[in-house]
Each structure stands twice: as C-alpha cells, then as structure tokens.
C-alpha cells in the first residue's frame, strides 16, 4: 500500500467533511450526527489541510490552524488563563482521523510528518491539541504534555495537550517509528 500525503485540493475537501463526520460524529459521539453525512470545521477557512491519499482516495486528514490565524479551541477547553495566556501564539491541530480500515498502517504517521514538516518550514514551534481520549498515550509517545486534566464533550474525553518541536524531535516516536518511515 502506497500512501502519498499532499495539502488537500478544493476536490477533496468533500472527502474530508465526510470522514469528518464519520469520526468525530458517528464514531465519537463529539458532535450531533447531521442527515447530509457531512461536519465542516468551524475554521475550515483558515486551516492548512493536508490529506493521506491510497490509490487516490482519501484514506486521513490533518487540519492545522497557524498561530494567529483564529481561534484556537483547545485554549477554550482550559479553565486556567494564565495557562491559557502563556500559550498565545501556538498552533492548533484541529482535526486528525483515519478511515477505519486505514488505521495502525502508517497513515497517521505520515500525516504527522508532513504537519511537522510544515511547523518546521513556518517556523512553529509549539502545537497544541484537543487529544482523544483512548489516543492520549500515542501522543504523549510523541512528545506531547497534558496542559489540564480530561474534559467530557458530546460522547468523548478529551485531553488539552502541547507539543513543542524540540520535544517532539526528542520523542521515542520520533526517533524510533517515524525515523524508521523516512528511510523507506
């Protein structure tokens, strides 16, 4: 299985509302199911999309929203604003999901990549993220840190939690399974 990651195209754009929705509303329970199959992001304008692509098909996704470019909601989720104020500035990955069948066949490792790859050229040094529950000890591998305890939202538990570049270059995932990925 081939898998090429690219920024998505106004065309794959309906692939990823519909993944968004079967993941975060079918799946999760985070959000109310919509009759259409389809969940656009609130700041779907101005987040950067890559999408993970099998025989041309859209398989993943990855939103991230650049510092500055609108709110981040993650910062919401933390009741502390002094927390919430020394991370003026940072990154939000948005969304992050694999079709089903996809899952545990590099897909999301490939994503990450490419996200971490673009923090790098746009000189973003921190990202925070909004992570699931039951993938809270994937991203902790990778070198995130939990900013709050969880918090309950729709039919899931989510986990504010921050990655900074250095960590993340310095993580057990970055070095091991990832490392590994690039010399493919």
Same mark, same amino acid.
């Given at each position: ?107 999301? @490792? ?23 529950? *039951? ?31 250095? @960590? ?14 690039? *010399?493919?």
């Amino acid at each position: 299985m081939k898998c090429t990651v690219e920024i998505a195209s106004p065309e794959d754009m309906i692939s990823v509302w519909a993944l968004n929705h079967r993941v975060y509303c079918e799946e999760l329970g985070q959000h109310a199911l919509d009759p259409s199959g389809s969940k656009v992001d609130r700041m779907h304008s101005v987040g950067v999309f890559f999408v993970a692509k099998v025989d041309g098909s859209v398989v993943g996704m990855l939103s991230i929203t650049p510092p500055g470019a609108g709110g981040v909601s993650t910062l919401g989720r933390i009741s502390s604003s002094m927390l919430r104020n020394s991370l003026h500035g940072v990154a939000e990955i948005r969304l992050l999901a694999v079709e089903r069948r996809y899952r545990a066949k590099g897909i999301y @490792d490939a994503l990450m990549l490419a996200v971490m790859g673009y923090c790098s050229l746009n000189k973003i040094d921190r990202v925070v993220i909004s992570a699931i529950g *039951r993938q809270y000890r994937l991203y902790t591998l990778m070198g995130f840190k939990v900013l709050c305890g969880p918090i309950k939202e729709g039919g899931c538990e989510i986990r504010p939690m921050l990655l900074t570049r250095s @960590d993340f270059e310095a993580s057990v995932y970055r070095k091991g399974r990832l490392a590994s990925m690039e *010399r493919k």
